[in-house]
C-alpha cells in the first residue's frame, strides 16, 4: 500500500521512546494483559546510528545442524539466560542487558527478525517490555521496509505481543513522516491491531500538542474503548500540559468516555502541582466533590500544612466538607488529634459523622485513652443539642 518510505529515521528512537511510556507507565495497568517495563537509562541515553553491515560472520553449528552466525547464536544465548533471571528474580543482569544490546546491533536484517519472533512468543511480559523497545527501533533502522515490518508484526500468533509490538510501530511514525497512521491502521484486519497503531501514534504526539492527541484519540477510536485509551494518554501527560484547557475539553466533549476520564487528567496535574489542581476542581462547579476529594489526598501526603491552611480559607459548602474529610483521614492513620478537631468542622452531618469515626478507629491506635475522650465529648455536645 505504498508504505516503503524510510527517510527521516535518526530522530526515530527519542520519537519512539518518548511515546512508549506511554506503554510502559500506566503500570499502569493488568501486566497480565499489557506488556509494562521501565525503558532503562542505557536505552535512553543511548545514540541510535544505523549500524554498518557485518561482514565477519562466522559460521555456528549448534545442536540440530542449523548454521548461525556467532552473533545470533550469542544473542540467542543472552537471550535464554535473561529469560530464567526474570523468571527467577524479576529482572536481568545489567550485563546482559547491556551485551544484548551490542549484539542486535550487529544482527542482520534476518537475525533481527528471528531474535524479534522468539521474543514476540515468549510468555514472560517483563522480558519482552525490557527488550521490545530497544530491538523494534533497530529493526525499524534497517533496510526492513516498513510495510514488511507490519506484515510481519500483523502474523504475530501472541495476541498481546502483537499488540504491544504495534504500539510500538505506532509511535515511530512521527518520524516515518510519509506514513499516515490511518493507512497503516487499516493493514489491519483486527479492531485490537488498529487500535495499538493509532494509540502508540497518539503516545508520541502527546507531548507537542496534548489536545490535538486526545481529538485525534477520540476521533478515530472505538467508542467502545474510548476510555481507556484516553487514560492511556492522560497519565503521560507533561508538566508543561495547560491542565484547565484538556480538563474543560474533556468535560465539554459529546465524545463516551471522555467527561469519565476528567478523574485521570487531575490525578496526573496532581502529581506535579496538587495545589492548582485542587484550587481549580473546587472551582469548577462541573467537578464532582469525589474528584476532589481524590486528588487532595496527593496534596495531604505531599504537604499537609499548605492543605489546611488552604481548607482554613475555602467558603463552607460540600467541597470545602469533603476537602476537610480527605485531610482528616488521611492524618488520622498518624494519629493526630488535629484531624480529629478538623473533622468536627464538616457541615454535612452524615459526612462528619463517617469521617470522625474514621479518624477515632485510627486515633486509638495509638492513644486511645484521649481518642476515647474526644468522642465521649463529641457525643455529649451532640446530645446537648
Known sequence: MGLKMKTNLLPLALVMLAGILLLLRAGKRDESKTYSSTVPNEVQRRSFVRPEPS????????????????????????????????SKSGSPSREDYKSLLRIIAKLSDSEL??????LAASENSRLVGIIAPSLLNRIFLSDIETSDICDWIGGLKNATARNYFLQITGAALPALRAIDPHQLAERFEEPDDRKSI??????????????????????????DSNQDSIGKILVILPEKTDFPEVIRFLLESDYSGAK???????????????????????????????YLRMIADSWVHSNPRDFL?????????????????????????????????????????????????????????????????????????????
Open 55 to 86: 561482514t565477519d560472520y562466522r559460521p555456528h553449528t549448534p545442536a540440530g545442524n542449523k548454521v548461525l552466525s556467532d552473533y545470533l547464536a550469542t544473542a540467542q544465548e543472552i537471550l535464554a539466560r535473561m529469560r530464567a533471571d526474570v
Open 113 to 118: 527478525r528471528e531474535v524479534a519472533e522468539e
Open 198 to 223: 493509532l494509540e502508540g501514534y497518539v503516545s508520541s504526539i502527546v507531548k507537542e500538542s496534548p489536545l490535538r492527541a486526545l481529538r485525534f484519540l477520540l476521533s478515530n477510536i472505538p467508542s
Open 260 to 290: 469519565e476520564s476528567t478523574a485521570d487528567a487531575l490525578k496526573t496535574w496532581a502529581r506535579y502541582d496538587p495545589k492548582s489542581a485542587c484550587e481549580f476542581a473546587f472551582a469548577e462547579t462541573r467537578i464532582s466533590n469525589g
Open 309 to 385: 491552611a488552604w481548607i482554613q480559607n475555602l467558603p463552607a459548602g460540600d467541597k470545602r466538607d469533603e476537602a476537610a474529610a480527605s485531610f482528616s483521614i488521611a492524618r488520622g492513620e498518624m494519629g493526630s488529634e488535629e484531624a480529629w478537631q478538623v473533622a468536627t468542622t464538616i457541615d454535612d452531618p452524615d459526612l462528619r459523622l463517617k469521617t470522625l469515626e474514621a479518624v477515632y478507629g485510627q486515633w486509638k491506635r495509638h492513644a486511645e485513652t484521649r481518642a476515647n475522650h474526644a468522642m465521649q465529648t463529641f457525643i455529649k455536645a451532640q446530645d446537648a443539642r
